[in-house]
């Protein structure tokens, strides 16, 4: 009913930028949150940042200053802005939305995640 579509990942060098895009599609009825995370080779996900219809942002403190999480509500997406990217950011990185959709004719919360996308900084 719902999916979540990333893309922007890539190869970039250290020091370069990258932006990362998540579209949430289906029948959503309101989005509560929508964050990324990242996954590096043999380490758990974590949450690199994340952003509430409220308003609120938080970041990891890794990202802080380097990385910018914003969305477009009209649309749905959220996008991530890397900048001054490092080695250590390398990781899938995952859209998740925290959101209300119908199923049928009810409002039902649920929980997405997108496909991943892979970001490799090259020292």
């Known amino acids: 009913q719902v999916q979540l579509v990333e893309s922007g990942g890539g190869l970039v060098q250290a020091g370069g930028s990258l932006r990362l895009s998540c579209a949430a599609s289906?029948?959503?009825?309101?989005?509560?949150?929508m964050g990324w995370y990242r996954q590096a080779p043999g380490k758990q996900r974590e949450l690199v940042a994340a952003?509430?219809?409220?308003?609120?942002?938080n970041y990891a403190d890794s990202v802080k200053g380097r990385f910018t999480i914003s969305r477009d509500n009209a649309k749905n997406t959220v996008y991530l802005q890397m900048n001054s990217l490092k080695p250590e950011d390398t990781a899938v990185y995952y859209c998740?939305?925290?959101?209300?959709?119908?199923?049928?004719?009810?409002?039902?919360?649920?929980?997405?995640w997108g496909q991943g996308t892979q970001v490799t900084v090259s020292s």
């Open positions: 998740n939305a925290d959101l209300v959709y119908y199923s049928g004719p009810y409002r039902t919360p649920g929980n997405y």
């Open positions: 952003d509430t219809t409220g308003g609120s942002t």
């Open positions: 289906g029948r959503i009825f309101s989005i509560n949150a």
